[in-house]
């Protein structure tokens, strides 16, 4: 099909909700992407942050379609041994203890919000179920992970919205302490906000938020939907920063490239979620978790995690001698940078035009390349935003 075909059938038919570059991709190979006319694209978004292993791995489609021959789906009324394996796996490498499965970023979080607020009702009683997250944090577009979303930009329209989120005016324990009161529950944040504009939390914050939170007995939940995945170098970056949450939260990167969601908790909270409270129809199904498995057999390898950061790093280092690149911000290969005069929405049409995907977050660029994305095609890709930048 032409491009002006795909793109009226999709004026005529698809909810008018995205802003599309004028694009349609029909195939891909490691980072690089073809469209209906046969054009390349490097590709630094990895569809934000899912393909962790690039277009069409060989190990991960040969798992994929061994299992959607073998058996789809068979719904969570009855055991299945590639779910079982993909938590015992999780569990392994992050040292949780019970995983629920979801589809999605927003759910994954919304079962963490479920499981904060059942744990401090039945531990302090019905009123404690408020939630402090961070301004400018991004955690879902469902009705309560918008309402725990502390952007105000996104809470006009769809009144009323979840009640029982308060948001920190700035990632310091002075604004978190000034949103506590006795009913809170959690504390929800993320490592780096990620469409908030690839914004890291420092050390010593994290350090001194979890002190905070074993202190006042609050629940530490980490949304590491876009963190995660050997994305910063670590295979979650709560890793990195050597501090636990009680809840972490696991998606994009997870399925490499189809979808799921995780909720993880440790031993203090893993026997909240009790028979009848939460479930989910496609939750763990068999394929999507066979292409999981492969995901985490792979990105988990300390080999693997290291050229994560050497590559984040030769990426980096490219980015900063940039001229129009003012500063370079984020770990691993979650990067954003800061343009001096620039427009990012306009750097990136203009990338797609020249064979480039690229994202922003807020009013920086963001890099959010296959985890193994090649050198020769990491060094393709900033050939053309250097020339681009240029002009
Ligand atoms: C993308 C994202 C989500 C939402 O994930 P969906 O799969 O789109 O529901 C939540 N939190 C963070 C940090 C994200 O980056």
Known sequence: MRFEEIKQQEAANIMPTYGRFPVALVSGKGAVAKDCDGKEYVDFTSGIGVNSLGYCDEGWVKAVSQQAATLQHISNLYYSPVQTALAEKLCQLTGFSKVFFGNSGAEANECAIKLARKYSHDTYGAERGEIVTLRNSFHGRTVTTLAATGQDGLHTNFAPFTEGFRYAEAPTMEAVSACVTENTCAVMIEFIQGEGGVIPLSQAFVESLHAYCTENELLLIADEVQTGVGRTG???????????????????????????????????????????????????????????????????????????????????EKLEAMDEIADVRGMGMMLGAVLKTKEAKTVVAQCAAQGLLLLTAKDKLRFLPPLTISDEELCRGLTILESVLKN
């Open 234 to 316: 670590a295979l979650y970056a709560f890793q990195k920063f050597g501090v636990t949450p009680d809840i972490l939260t696991s998606a994009k990167g997870l399925g490499g490239g189809l979808p799921i969601g995780a909720c993880l908790c440790g031993e203090k909270l893993d026997a909240v979620m009790t028979g009848g409270t939460h479930g989910s129809t496609f939750g763990g199904n068999p394929v999507v978790c066979a292409g999981a498995l492969e995901v985490l057999a792979r990105v988990s390898n300390p080999a693997f995690l290291r050229q994560v950061e050497e590559k984040g790093a030769f990426l980096r």
